[in-house]
């Protein structure tokens, strides 16, 4: 039998087409047919289904390991995969990780496919209602199209619903997949609502298509399609998104630490955030693999916190997945300023508290030089809830890391089974250890937006116009304790190195850096720069500039012109 080339089933849907103030409402289908499609309730089912797919993106472990280790702000953790994350010579086109972000993303654009195709003309649909879904399913189609040129570059391009299986197919050039890409989002803001205000939670609206489109033609001025325009383009939809947001109910938050905080996650900074749901017949279960669309990122940044004495694994300081801990350029010089620049605690935990009397440690006999006053040699250092791991930034002294009442980890001893850990996921609802996360996981935010804009308009050269956006930015991170005049910066601060620098500061750990890296020309330079692991050796240009098709992929294509490997892969 021959290999199909692209899914064109979907296995889930949610939610209807209305809009109300709550969150998208889901419930499961079956497998649908094409046929089903043309009826109201089948692009009612294909929408939310495509809505559904970007679970599979959002919060998996695959995207994760795609965007976030094997770059200057995280490298391999204990317990990640040393080939994949560190660009090893064996990691090959065949990894499951490609197969499954390129076989689903596929998937989810036949299901946009099929509203947009079947949309027009299904009956039963107030106009209204139609123009919305429509605009909604090329929202969608532009992120998954987008995802997939920044990991591969020129793809497949089907803008028709496929009800069969295909054995042939070419790689459309990146520039035409690009216009296709940019004139969905163009065309679906006039039928989008303006703002995420007064619609259900984690719909398509078109401030967040205004800031794809910006970060869109930003991406697209450091690849091979650039248009001379594209920089320009890039800050008029940024700078337009943030004019009009306020209007829209959406703003800076005054403390970055509440935009992650659990529960808030529909707070007024998020453009547009991916659903997460406790319902197996959308997330799967703790005991399937990684590729199903859990939100996982909850254990994905956990350290192994329950081999030092003291500790256990409890639910809300998660399970020790241990895939990625953070660089030391990203800890001590990236954050090195956390006095005036509260992010760093806002978004790391350094901190774990004692929860396991059965393995508390014991002052040593005699007691060491500088211990704290009552403590007792052969007695406990600390009792439950105390500080039972701490993680400073810069060094200690032996005798002071021996006098500490709990286990001191200055960043100096940091290492792939012990370093701070993001916080921003964290999720005590889960309903026991192994549970993945049912927290929406925010894909857009505003914050981006003012950084979309320093960027654009800087290497527009318009650099007077750019610092008051990245201003903006740095003087809410002083909030509430730090002096925010000491957090400004003038045009003459400005270059592409800082800001990525202040990108990191802001986004870390949101599933956006290899993209950035890969946008701006700087992945192999910053890797070489500041990531300590074998990564700065493995890297290799132009290999690594792109992800490899997946093996799967070029097996599968059996009919026509073979399909091409990206290069440095072997085909």
């Known amino acids: ?16 087409l209305g809009s109300c103030n709550k969150m998208l409402n889901e419930k499961p289908y079956s497998v649908l047919t094409a046929d089903f499609y043309k009826t109201s309730q089948g692009v009612n089912a294909a929408l939310d289904a495509s809505y559904a797919g970007m679970r599979t993106v959002w919060g998996c472990e695959d995207y994760f390991s795609l965007t976030t280790p094997g770059t200057d702000e995280f490298k391999r953790g204990n317990d990640g995969n040393n080939v994949f994350m560190t660009y090893d010579p064996g990691l090959l086109a065949s990894d499951g990780k490609f197969k499954a972000q390129w076989n689903n993303i596929y998937t989810y ?24 879904a429509i605009a909604e399913a090329r929202f969608l189609r532009a992120n998954y199209y987008f995802v997939l040129v920044q990991f591969w570059g020129d793809v497949t391009l089907t803008q028709s619903f496929i009800s069969s299986p295909l054995t042939s197919a070419s790689r459309d050039p990146l520039a035409k997949v690009y216009e296709a890409i940019i004139k969905d989002l163009k065309d679906a ?5 303006p703002g995420p205000k007064g619609i259900d939670f984690g719909r398509a609206n078109a401030l967040a298509a205004k800031h794809v489109l910006a970060r869109v033609y930003l991406t697209r001025a450091g690849s091979k399609a650039a248009q001379g325009t594209d920089y320009r383009d890039a800050a008029t939809y940024a700078t337009d998104a943030i004019s009009t947001a306020s209007g829209q109910g959406v703003n800076l938050l005054p403390d970055f630490g509440s935009i992650f905080t659990e529960g808030n996650e529909a707070n ?15 997330n799967g279960s703790p005991q399937q693999d990684n590729r199903t669309p859990d939100n996982m990122l909850v254990h994905l940044f ?41 992010r760093f605690n806002k978004s790391f935990q350094t901190v774990w508290f004692c929860n396991n009397a059965s393995s508390i440690p014991k002052w040593p006999n005699p007691l060491p030089p500088g211990a704290p006053a009552g403590a007792v040699a052969g007695g406990p250092k600390m009792k439950l809830g105390d500080t039972c791991i701490y993680m400073p930034q810069g060094k200690r002294s032996s005798a002071q890391i021996a006098a500490a009442p709990y286990t001191l980890m200055p960043s100096d ?40 804009a320093a960027e654009a308009l800087m290497q527009s050269g318009r650099t007077g116009e750019a610092v008051q956006y990245i201003n903006a930015i740095r003087e809410r991170a002083a909030y509430p304790t730090g002096d925010k005049t000491k957090m400004t910066v ?17 986004l870390a750990g949101e599933n956006i850096r290899w993209l950035d890296l890969a946008r701006t020309g700087k ?46 892969w072997i085909q």
Request: aromatic share 6%.
């Open 189 to 193: 803001i006039p039928d989008l609502p």
């Open 1 to 16: 039998m021959k290999k199909i080339l692209l899914i064109a089933g979907i296995a889930a849907a949610a939610g209807l």
């Open 268 to 282: 007024a900074e998020v453009l547009w955030s991916v659903q997460h749901t406790a319902s197996l017949a959308y």
């Open 490 to 506: 003038t045009a003459a601060d400005l270059n592409i190195n800082f800001i990525l620098d202040e990108r990191s500061r802001e």
């Open 413 to 452: 001893k940091y290492s792939i089974k012990m370093s701070p850990a993001i916080s921003k996921y964290v999720d005590t609802k889960r309903s026991d250890m192994n549970a993945p996360s049912i927290r929406p996981i925010i894909a857009y935010r505003l914050a981006e937006t003012y950084l979309i």
């Open 523 to 568: 992945l192999a330079e910053r890797i070489r720069a500041h990531n300590d692991d074998d990564s700065r050796v493995n890297f290799k240009e132009p290999k690594h500039l792109l992800r490899p098709i997946p093996q799967d992929q070029i097996d599968a294509t059996t009919t026509g012109t073979p399909y091409p490997q990206n290069p440095g």
């Open 302 to 342: 956990v350290p192994q916190y329950e081999k030092v004495d003291g500790m256990t694994r409890n639910i809300r300081d998660g399970r020790p997945y241990i895939r990625c801990v953070p660089t030391k350029w990203l800890t001590d010089t990236v954050f090195a300023e956390r006095v005036n620049d509260t």
């Open 109 to 132: 654009i036949n299901t946009c496919n099929a509203v947009i195709e079947f949309g027009p003309s299904a009956p039963g649909l107030a106009d209204n209602i139609r123009k919305k």
